[in-house]
């Protein structure tokens, strides 16, 4: 089946089987590869993307049901090229990661967040990314990176922009 | 983890949903995908449609009748958990909605989704059994409603007919002025399915007696169950510790649990019982907060 994507703000055209995951769509039909593919089952959150600014798991979406839908993925979030966004750099700063596995879904999910509320409680920032797993940080360095990020957003005179 | 393949269709309306069911035993309704992908990655499904219902106009809503508030089956659970009318007359539905799963699976997982799917620890179907909502299907170009209690018929089987389309959830409100809920579940990671949940709604009158309760355990047995006597006997009682348990243990004491690795059927039987009394203590103290 014939599907049109809008990815990062650009239009694709792809031809997928119906059976074929979001996931997939991403990693093997448009070398998107930030999106991580982990339990590929619901359960990891490494293929985390955003849908209309939401973040929702990409494994459990097929490329037949993405169209007419806005979605971003890691690749789409710096400013431009060589940039970082305010997330991305304070995980760099915070060693919010570590193998870089969960990273990517990391800074999507806790976009998610900020791009609703800038300032978010602690307990707000870890139901965010409840449904993110990392078996490298122990969680604390990326909970610090994102306090540290909406602190910096905060402080931005566009603060709508994580 | 990738799913067999599979014809996939978007039909325009309920009914033709409907429709393509009869037309071949192996389709299945999609929704959200937030239990179906799972189980199809797994391979523990394999249908050889999907119907794919998220967009059908007019499926997705959240809708005030005065005496029920109506969802659309396909209502994303997120739009329901920040939905002011679901904040202010339905509370324990609000209540429970953050730990359905994550923030991620709720934006797309659905509110039809979950009452189709009939998990017993699903805390959607222990709201629609404890406050006993009415549950609205599409079959063959006629609508049929059936009450909660009677839809959920074991864990994961419901009596939804293989040809049929779920339209609506109907949740009674309360119009008591003084309503308070509590929920508590206990599981191994934060929006995990629940071991056991409890979920409590009660109406107050101005001395802080009880007028009206409704009380439901999740996850423990086959089906979430209501236990009335307790409801029953907290009419015209103030909140009493002490006398809640008793109650409660009553009530659960001839319960057949389930039991799996992560909890056995003793184990739940005796969570059950705290989680009951933790939920009343918290619907009364919610309630004995209004005006
Ligand atoms: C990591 C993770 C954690 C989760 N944790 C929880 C939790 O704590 N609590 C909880 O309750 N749920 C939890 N869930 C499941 C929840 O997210 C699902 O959303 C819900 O169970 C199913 O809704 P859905 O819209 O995704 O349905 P789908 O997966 O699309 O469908 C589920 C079933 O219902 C059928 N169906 C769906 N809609 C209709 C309809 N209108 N008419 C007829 N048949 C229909 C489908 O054919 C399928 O058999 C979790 C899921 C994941 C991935
Ligand atoms: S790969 Fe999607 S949740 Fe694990
Ligand atoms: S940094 Fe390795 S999984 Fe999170």
């Given at each position: 089946?014939?599907?049109?994507?809008?990815?990062?703000?650009?239009r694709?055209?792809?031809d997928?089987?119906?059976?074929?995951s979001?996931l997939?769509?991403?990693?093997?039909?448009?070398?998107?590869?930030?999106a991580?593919a982990?339990?590929?089952?619901?359960?990891c959150?490494?293929?985390?993307?955003?849908?209309?600014g939401?973040?929702?798991?990409?494994?459990?979406?097929?490329?037949?049901?993405?169209d007419?839908v806005?979605?971003?993925?890691?690749?789409?979030?710096?400013?431009?090229p060589?940039?970082?966004?305010?997330?991305?750099?304070a995980f760099c700063?915070?060693?919010?990661m570590?193998?870089?596995?969960?990273?990517?879904?990391?800074?999507?999910?806790a976009h998610?967040?900020?791009?609703k509320?800038t300032?978010?409680?602690?307990?707000?920032?870890?139901?965010?990314?409840?449904g993110?797993i990392?078996?490298?940080?122990?969680?604390?360095?990326?909970?610090?990176a994102?306090?540290?990020?909406?602190?910096?957003?905060?402080g931005?005179n566009?603060?709508?922009?994580? | 983890?990738k799913?067999?393949?599979?014809?996939?269709?978007?039909?325009?309306?309920?009914?033709?949903?409907?429709?393509?069911?009869?037309?071949?035993?192996?389709?299945?309704v999609?929704?959200?995908?937030?239990?179906?992908?799972?189980?199809?990655?797994?391979?523990?499904?394999?249908?050889?449609?999907l119907?794919?219902?998220a967009r059908?106009?007019?499926?997705?809503?959240?809708?005030?009748?005065?005496?029920?508030?109506?969802?659309?089956?396909?209502?994303?659970?997120?739009?329901?958990?920040?939905?002011?009318?679901?904040?202010?007359?339905?509370?324990l539905?609000?209540k429970?909605?953050?730990?359905?799963?994550?923030?991620?699976?709720?934006a797309?997982?659905?509110?039809?989704?979950?009452?189709?799917?009939?998990d017993p620890?699903?805390?959607?179907?222990?709201?629609?059994?404890?406050?006993?909502?009415?549950?609205?299907?599409?079959?063959?170009?006629e609508?049929?409603?059936?009450?909660?209690?009677?839809f959920?018929?074991?864990?994961?089987?419901?009596?939804?007919?293989?040809?049929?389309?779920l339209?609506?959830?109907?949740?009674?409100?309360?119009?008591?002025?003084?309503?308070?809920?509590g929920?508590?579940?206990?599981?191994?990671?934060?929006s995990?399915?629940?071991f056991?949940s409890?979920?409590?709604?009660?109406?107050?009158d101005?001395?802080?007696?009880?007028?009206?309760a409704?009380?439901?355990?999740?996850a423990?047995t086959?089906v979430?169950?209501?236990?009335?006597?307790?409801?029953?006997?907290?009419?015209?009682?103030?909140?009493d510790?002490a006398?809640?348990?008793?109650?409660?243990?009553a009530?659960?004491?001839?319960?057949?649990a389930?039991a799996?690795?992560h909890?056995s059927a003793?184990?739940?039987?005796?969570?059950?019982?705290?989680m009951?009394?933790?939920?009343?203590a918290?619907a009364?103290?919610?309630?004995?907060?209004?005006p």
């Amino acid at each position: 089946m014939k599907v049109e994507l809008d990815i990062n703000r650009e239009r694709h055209t792809v031809d997928v089987e119906p059976r074929l995951s979001l996931l997939d769509c991403l990693r093997d039909k448009l070398l998107l590869t930030g999106a991580h593919a982990g339990c590929e089952h619901g359960v990891c959150g490494a293929c985390t993307v955003l849908v209309d600014g939401a973040a929702v798991r990409s494994c459990l979406m097929f490329a037949v049901q993405a169209d007419g839908v806005a979605i971003t993925t890691i690749e789409g979030l710096s400013p431009g090229p060589g940039e970082l966004s305010p997330l991305q750099d304070a995980f760099c700063e915070t060693h919010g990661m570590q193998c870089g596995y969960c990273t990517p879904a990391m800074i999507l999910a806790a976009h998610a967040l900020l791009s609703k509320n800038t300032s978010p409680t602690r307990e707000e920032i870890v139901d965010a990314i409840s449904g993110n797993i990392c078996r490298c940080t122990g969680y604390a360095q990326i909970v610090e990176a994102i306090a540290l990020a909406a602190e910096r957003i905060r402080g931005q005179n566009d603060p709508v922009r994580p | 983890m990738k799913p067999a393949a599979f014809e996939y269709s978007r039909p325009a309306d309920i009914d033709e949903a409907c429709a393509l069911l009869a037309a071949d035993d192996g389709a299945r309704v999609i929704a959200g995908g937030q239990t179906l992908g799972p189980l199809m990655a797994m391979r523990l499904a394999r249908p050889s449609r999907l119907i794919d219902i998220a967009r059908i106009p007019g499926l997705a809503f959240v809708r005030d009748e005065g005496k029920e508030i109506v969802v659309g089956a396909t209502t994303r659970q997120h739009v329901v958990e920040n939905d002011p009318l679901v904040r202010a007359k339905l509370p324990l539905l609000a209540k429970v909605m953050p730990f359905v799963g994550h923030t991620a699976t709720r934006a797309r997982g659905t509110v039809g989704g979950s009452l189709v799917n009939g998990d017993p620890a699903a805390e959607i179907v222990l709201v629609a059994v404890t406050l006993g909502a009415i549950l609205v299907w599409r079959d063959g170009g006629e609508s049929q409603s059936i009450a909660a209690s009677d839809f959920f018929l074991g864990p994961m089987v419901t009596a939804l007919p293989l040809t049929a389309c779920l339209a609506e959830a109907r949740f009674p409100v309360w119009p008591e002025p003084r309503v308070g809920v509590g929920f508590h579940e206990i599981n191994a990671r934060q929006s995990d399915f629940a071991f056991v949940s409890a979920a409590a709604q009660i109406a107050l009158d101005a001395d802080g007696c009880c007028t009206r309760a409704a009380i439901g355990i999740g996850a423990a047995t086959a089906v979430p169950l209501r236990l009335d006597a307790v409801a029953d006997a907290l009419k015209g009682q103030r909140f009493d510790e002490a006398r809640v348990r008793e109650l409660a243990k009553a009530a659960l004491a001839g319960i057949e649990a389930m039991a799996d690795l992560h909890a056995s059927a003793e184990y739940r039987k005796r969570v059950a019982v705290t989680m009951a009394v933790r939920a009343i203590a918290d619907a009364y103290q919610d309630a004995a907060r209004r005006p």
